[in-house]
Nanobody
């Protein structure tokens, strides 16, 4: 079991930056692949990025490549999402998610992640 607490959302103007954090407790943090998803009003929750447990390798959805950066600090049991050059279409509730490492595949479906944070609101004004 792992418990996730995500934070760091807020209101920012287009072009601005935010850094989200997700603190985990439970089993060794490096055992988990950590992902960020987001859900805009009236839309399905969508995959944003995932970072592998021990290798730190990453996979981004195309719409955030070059603007968002995921990182993790396994000594602090925390994963971060640095979001730069934010756009109004990035407005959503952002959720941290975790799954036990099970190989090199980058899991991108919501159903692949059994553990979730409560979400943090990101609003980008134009």
């Amino acid at each position: 079991q792992v418990q996730l607490v995500d934070s760091g959302g807020g209101l920012v103007q287009a072009g601005g930056s935010l850094r989200l954090s997700c603190a985990a407790s439970g089993r060794p943090f490096s055992s988990y692949d950590m992902g960020w998803f987001r859900q805009a009003p009236g839309k399905e929750r969508e995959f944003v990025v995932v970072i592998k447990g021990s290798s730190g390798s990453t996979y981004y959805t195309d719409s955030v490549k070059g603007r968002f950066t995921i990182s993790r600090d396994n000594t602090k049991n925390t994963v971060y999402l640095q979001m730069n050059s934010l756009k109004p279409e990035d407005t959503a509730v952002y959720y941290c998610a975790a799954r036990l490492y099970s190989g090199d595949y980058y899991y991108r479906s919501r159903s692949s992640y059994p553990y979730w944070g409560r979400g943090t609101q990101v609003t980008v004004s134009s």
